[in-house]
């Protein structure tokens, strides 16, 4: 997805007009301390990725309790600060959603990064994150090169430790879903010359 900031001037704005703003709203936006920030669509191969992504967690985790979400769910952070449409959110165990429907406990999030949402996802988005007691894992796939970029919360200490993945016989360890992916099935559909085009 790719970002532009919604409003001309800089006047922020309540968690509350945001919510309310966006319930009438046509298109989506995310929330960043009082800014309103409008969704755009993606590239095809953006797309590729996250519902082939979208499904493997899906197949995998089906028998685990967990439940996988696209990008229309809404997740928020604990302060009220961020409000978020991640590309892939995962949640295991009983779901928390608040009265807007924003999910409260996600246990990993996935953003597959765009020229126009990397900065945002790599630092705005990921400070708030951060902030959600319940985030084990936190996931940036770039859609430019094989690369998978993995923060996982250590459960001993809470420190993020950082993994990356650069070649399609890598397998993405993922700790707290008891999982491992196969970064070529990530890049299913992606081609090389589409990745370098």
Known sequence: MSYALKQDRPKQISPEEYL???KAADTKSEYIDGQIYAMAGARPR???IAT???RLLGNRLESMGCEVYNSDQRVREEGRRGYFYPDISVVC???DFDTDDCLLNPVA?????SESTEQKD?????LFYQQIPSLRIYVLISQEQLLVEIYERAEETSDWIY???THSDDLVRLDALQIEIPVAEIYRRVTFSELTG
């Open 93 to 95: 165990g009983e779901e």
């Open 109 to 113: 999030l996935f953003e597959v990064l």
């Open 46 to 48: 953006h797309n590729k």
């Open 163 to 165: 993994r990356s993945f």
């Open 52 to 54: 082939d992504l979208t």
């Open 122 to 126: 790599r630092v705005a988005k990921w």
């Open 20 to 22: 309310r703003l966006e």
